[in-house]
C-alpha cells in the first residue's frame, strides 16, 4: 500500500501546534461549518451541537437537495426510494435518530429474492425456511454457515464503536479507528480483496460466485475484489433485520438539522482558506447560492462531501502554507432507474406471469447481462393495507446497472412500461482505486467525513464518522488529547464502567 497523502502530512505536523489548535484563552467556537447536508453532513451537525452546545452557531451549506445520496422520486402520486433505502437493525445511531426525532419505522412488505445467471434462476427463497437451508447445504456445503460466523465476529468488533464513542473516545484517522475495534486485522481487511479472505476462510468459489458476488453488484455496483471490510460491511445489510423511515429514510436528515437549530444555507461552496490572527485561526468559507456571492468566517469547519476530483465537489483550497492535495481514488457510477411498467417475466423462465413468485432478483456475474438486479418496491408511505403488485399487474420497479438502460434494454427487461425514471449516482466509491485511506483532519479544525466511505459506505457509517469528528473537534478544541486516539480502549470502558 502506498503511503499517507502528503496534505495528510503536512495536516498533522502543524495540528499539534498549540497556538494553532484552540483560542488561547479556552473561549469555545462560535461558529461552526458544516458542508454538505446529507446523512453525514446532518449527523455532523446533530453532534456538533450536542457537545458545543446551544451558543455556538452551526451553519450548514447545502448547493443540492437536503439527505444528498438519500432521495426519493415520485410515481403516480406515490414517493420511492432512488438512493440508500435499508437500514441494519444494528445501526445504533440511525435507529437513536428516528427514535429522537418521533419517525416510525416503515411497515415490511414480504418479497421472496432470487439469483439469475443469464440462463435461469439457480438460486431462490421459498416459504419454507427449513427448506432454503437444506437447499444452501446441498448445493453449497457449510460455506453459508463460515460466511455467517465471519461476519457475525467482525459486526461484534465493529459494535465497540458505540461504547467508545458513549464514553467520549474519538479517532484522528480511520485506521485509528479501525485498530481500536479489530487490531491490525481490520486494517488488512482494507487492502484485501474480498475474495482472497472468503476462499482462505474456506468458502467455495461457487458460493462466492452464485450468492456473494450478486450481492456485492446490488449493493455496491462492483465485483468480489472490493476489499474484505467493505464486503463485510455488505454481507452484514444483507441479512433479513433490515427496516427503513416511513415516509423516506431522508426525513431523518431534515429533522437533525431541526434538531441541531441549524442554519441551512442553499448554497455551493467554492473554497476555504485559512486565516491566522496571532494565536487564532479561522477559516474563511466562500460560497454561491441564490445569485449572489458571500464569504464567511468558522472556527471549525466540516467537509461532509467527496472531495475526490471526479466527483467534482467544486471546493479549492486556497492559502494553505502547504498545498492540499485531494484524496485520491474514484467515485463509481451507478444509476438507479424507476419504472411503472410489467416485468418480463419470460426473460427469467416464467412465460406465465401469474407464476412468477420473485420480488427481487440479483443477478450473477455472467456476460451479456445489462442490469445488477431488478425489484418492486414499495412507496415510502406503506398503509396497512397495502399489497406488493404481483407481476402480472403493472408495479412500480428499481433496476441498478452500471449504465443507463437503454430503449431496447428496457424493452428487453418490461413487457410495457409507463414511465421511466433515471438517477443516476455517484454513489460509492470505486474500491481499490486509492491506494490508502483518505484523513480525517485535513488542517487544525479543519475535518473531512467522507473518507469513511472507503472502509464501507452505509449510514450508519456515515454516523459514526460524524459523531467521531464531533467528539475529536471537541476535544481538540479543548486539548484534551488523552480523549483521543487511546490504546487498549475496551479495557479503559470497562475500567470507566
Request: contains cysteine; neutral net charge; glycine residues 8%.
Amino acid at each position: 500500500m502506498g503511503g499517507p497523502p502528503r496534505l495528510l502530512l503536512a495536516g498533522l505536523m502543524a495540528l499539534f501546534s498549540a497556538a494553532a489548535s484552540a483560542q488561547v484563552d479556552g473561549a469555545p467556537p462560535s461558529k461552526i461549518a458544516v458542508v454538505g447536508a446529507g446523512i453525514g453532513g446532518s449527523a455532523s451537525a446533530h453532534f456538533l451541537r450536542q457537545h458545543f452546545g446551544p451558543e455556538v452557531q452551526v451553519d450548514v451549506y447545502e448547493k443540492g437537495e437536503v439527505g444528498g445520496r438519500l432521495a426519493t422520486v415520485t410515481v403516480n402520486h406515490n414517493d420511492y426510494e432512488s438512493g440508500g433505502s435499508i437500514i441494519h437493525s444494528l445501526n445504533l445511531h440511525m435507529q437513536d435518530f428516528v427514535k429522537q426525532l418521533g419517525l416510525k419505522y416503515r411497515r415490511s412488505v414480504a418479497g421472496k429474492t432470487a439469483v439469475f445467471n443469464s440462463q435461469e434462476v439457480i438460486l431462490e427463497e421459498t416459504d419454507w425456511y427449513l427448506l432454503d437451508l437444506s437447499r444452501l447445504w446441498w448445493r453449497y456445503g457449510i460455506s453459508f454457515i463460515r460466511l455467517q460466523m465471519w461476519v457475525e465476529e467482525i459486526m461484534e468488533k465493529f459494535m465497540r464503536i458505540y461504547k467508545y464513542q458513549a464514553h467520549g473516545y474519538a479517532f484522528s484517522s480511520v485506521e485509528e479507528l479501525l485498530d481500536s475495534l479489530g487490531g491490525s486485522g481490520f486494517i488488512n481487511m482494507t487492502r484485501r480483496p474480498l475474495s482472497d479472505s472468503l476462499l482462505e476462510l474456506g468458502v467455495s468459489q461457487r458460493f462466492i460466485d452464485e450468492v456473494i458476488a450478486p450481492i456485492m453488484r446490488v449493493n455496491y455496483c462492483q465485483n468480489v475484489s472490493i476489499p474484505a471490510f467493505v464486503g463485510a460491511v455488505s454481507l452484514a445489510s444483507a441479512q433479513n433485520n433490515l427496516w427503513a423511515v416511513e415516509g423516506g429514510n431522508k426525513l431523518v436528515c431534515s429533522g437533525l438539522l431541526r434538531m441541531a437549530n441549524a442554519n441551512l444555507l442553499p448554497a455551493h461552496v467554492t473554497s476555504v482558506e485559512p486565516l491566522h490572527s496571532g494565536d487564532t485561526l479561522q477559516y474563511r468559507l466562500s460560497s454561491t447560492g441564490a445569485g449572489e456571492t458571500r464569504s464567511e468566517l468558522y472556527d471549525i469547519v466540516v467537509l461532509a462531501t467527496p472531495l475526490q476530483d471526479s466527483v467534482g465537489s467544486g471546493i479549492s483550497f486556497r492559502g494553505f502554507a502547504q498545498p492540499m492535495e485531494r484524496p485520491s481514488g474514484d467515485y463509481h457510477s451507478t444509476v438507479a432507474t424507476v419504472v411503472h411498467g410489467y416485468l418480463n417475466t419470460s426473460l427469467f423462465g416464467f412465460p406465465d406471469p401469474r407464476l412468477f413468485p420473485y420480488a427481487c432478483v440479483l443477478t450473477t456475474e455472467a456476460s451479456g447481462l445489462f442490469f445488477n438486479s431488478v425489484a418492486s418496491v414499495c412507496p415510502v408511505n406503506v398503509s396497512l393495507g397495502f399489497r406488493r403488485k404481483q407481476a402480472q399487474e403493472a408495479g412500480v420497479y428499481k433496476v441498478f446497472s452500471l449504465q443507463p438502460l437503454t430503449k431496447a434494454q428496457l424493452k428487453t427487461l418490461f413487457r410495457s412500461y409507463y414511465s421511466v425514471q433515471v438517477t443516476e449516482w455517484q454513489a460509492y466509491p470505486r474500491y481499490g482505486s486509492s491506494p490508502a485511506l483518505p484523513p480525517v483532519e485535513l488542517q487544525p479544525n479543519l475535518y473531512y467525513l467522507n473518507g469513511i466511505e472507503w472502509v464501507g459506505s452505509a449510514m450508519e457509517m456515515s454516523s459514526v464518522a460524524a459523531k467521531n469528528i464531533a467528539l475529536l473537534a471537541y476535544h481538540r478544541w479543548n486539548r484534551q488529547p488523552d480523549m483521543v486516539d487511546q490504546k487498549d480502549l475496551m479495557h479503559s470502558v470497562k475500567t470507566e464502567l
